[in-house]
């Protein structure tokens, strides 16, 4: 990792981060645990909409974006040392510290520990990513055009920007317009940003919730799970690659911890507002979090009320609260996407009348995702995926990468944890019983959104969204749910302990929780480079060096912008997979098809190349560059037989042919920043 490239990340976040946790929140409300989060969720918040704003107005730049994000952050701590004492907020983090230290501790060096695991991130290994390249060339794009674009050229073609992440996207330029190093260390220190980020805005959570020393559970069993481990480690990998939801789950859980305080009559109307400018953020970059911690967070509402006393009071207080919330952050998203222009990226996708423009019987979503020819059937009534199936699958999300069987030991460890959580629940009915209530409701929740995907929609994509976007968020409510068990559990074995030794065993707990947390971050190395993998990075190389920077190439992988980043060339088959946009997928698909059909017989389909204006054809074998291989056996044979191509390179690695059209003038070249 460069040292560089992620001290210009941190300085972009953190520098304003901190200086609005200081100026937003009065000495004394806040945790340690919730300081250091909101520094990476107020900070990315500030960086974030400050390029927005820069984006929206087309000036977005190298000098501006820094003029302006200097200008916000000399305002936030301004405002920190106008309205509130930076030295009165070290006594009271001090003062926390010497009284809760054996609480504060292990999550503080598992935390440690994290981050410094996290600089052994190898660049290389994101080779294997997709969709990480397509947002990071969005984000380019919009810092080459100095603002939000009309128009991006995927597919070869012209075709409506989208503008559902352009919170995330314009951060993007910012950072791009700022860091020093190139593509992929600036990538790698966005990584360790978002992974660190999100397990301090855990490590705040459960500390939040009322875990106490234990709360470092919550991200140690999300964040750091070993391969070997009984339990699904979907989040540990998204922490080890550049996964644009991770930052949205950072930003989200920050706006929960605060919510979460609000609740417990901590913090007030002030603060609302800052979660509100959180989960706007939240919003503007991936929705998907916003969703699963807002239902979160209404279960435990409830859940609250129904335990607590004088609810109407309190009701009263947290519907003001959460009003607030929820103006500023409809506000700043609405806002954000409107004034971006461009296009939102879902639109509507039937339920039983099929897919908009294509036969009731055709399911172009599907074929988009397999290696077919043609598009294989949908159905026009009935469940996509059988219900007991989406129930099995919802199961088997939370100990299982892959969802393919449900092993008996799945059923016994839900079981096991719902035996624990009643008793933790009956146990610490007002403390902890709200916690697993919105654990187990905000579960359920998915699951049951899972079967209204899977009934509502025959097409692929829209039925089975559930198992691939939603059910990978149980294993944080199962880590929930079930460190406040061992929590309930801990403590009354404590309790029934002798007067003279409950200090000795919290301190020893305490202590024991610390070595596990140091051990589960410290040993969950991130992944190294495969030779595949490093392969990929000269495969890009060798493109770059060897087309013409206008030339317009076609390869034999389908990939989703990894070329337009890396080897700065536009890919005739590179773009986002546009299965919401029934208009783009009606122009896109044909040459997805048209693709597959010239790789397996190129002298049969030179017409596709000639329509498509293709320059270059590329074949990649045995090398990872970012997508998928249009066929499941490698055809770079043959191409060699086909008389109108000319090798312009050849190794074991790629092969490059140039079309006849290759010898037209310069037109125009693609300038990297």
Known sequence: MSPASLLAVLAVVLLPGAGATLAAFRPGTLRIETAVALCFGLGYAAAALTATVLAIADVIGRASFAAALAAVTIALWAAAFRWRSPRAHVRALAAEWRSCRWTVAPGLAGLTVFALEKLRLEPASFMSNEAAWRYW????????????????????????????????????????????????????????????????????????????????????????????????????????????????????????????????????????????????????????????????????????????????????????????????????????????????????????????????????????????RTHPKGRRTGWAIPPARVGEVALTSVFEDLQITTPRRDYAALLLLALASAYAAWRRRRTLGPVIFASWATGLTLAALGLYFSHRYRTFVPATFGPRRLFEYGILFAAIAGVAALSAIARTAVAAAARGRRHGLRRAGAAAVAVAAVALAGFTAPPGVSADEAAGLRVMSAVERTVPCNARILVNVRTAGSFEVLARRISVDEGMAPYLRPTVLRRVLPIVLGAHRFFRDPIGNRAFIENQHVDVVVAVAGARVGGRAMLKRGRRGVLDDVPWLRPLLVNREVAIYATPSLARPVESCYKAT
């Open 137 to 372: 060339g969005d984000g380019t794009e919009i810092l080459q055009a100095g603002g939000v674009p009309g128009s991006t050229l995927q597919w070869g073609l012209h075709i409506p920007t989208t503008v559902s992440k352009v919170v995330l996207n314009s951060f993007e330029a910012g950072v791009i317009s700022v860091a020093p190093h190139g593509v992929l260390p600036t990538i790698t220190a966005m990584v360790w940003l978002g992974g660190v980020g999100l397990f301090a805005a855990l490590l705040a959570l459960g500390r939040a919730l009322g875990l106490r020393a234990l709360s470092v559970g919550v991200p140690a069993l999300v964040l750091a799970v070993p391969v070997a481990a009984p339990i699904n480690s979907e989040f540990t990998q998204d922490a080890n690659v550049y996964r644009v939801e991770t930052l949205g789950r950072m930003a989200a859980a920050c706006a929960a911890v605060i919510a979460i305080g609000i609740v417990r009559g901590r913090l007030g109307l002030r603060e609302a507002a800052v979660a509100g400018v959180l989960l706007g953020a939240a919003a503007g970059t991936h929705l998907i979090p916003v969703v699963v911690f807002g239902i979160f967070l209404v279960s435990y509402i409830a859940a609250a009320l129904v335990a607590g006393r004088d609810r109407r009071r309190r009701l009263g207080r947290i519907a003001r609260a959460g009003g607030v919330t929820a103006v500023i952050t409809l506000v700043i998203w609405l806002a954000a996407l409107g004034a971006s222009g461009g296009d939102l990226g879902f639109q509507r996708a039937r339920g039983s009348g099929g897919y908009p423009g294509f036969p009731v019987t055709l399911d172009p979503t599907k074929s988009f995702e397999v290696i077919k």
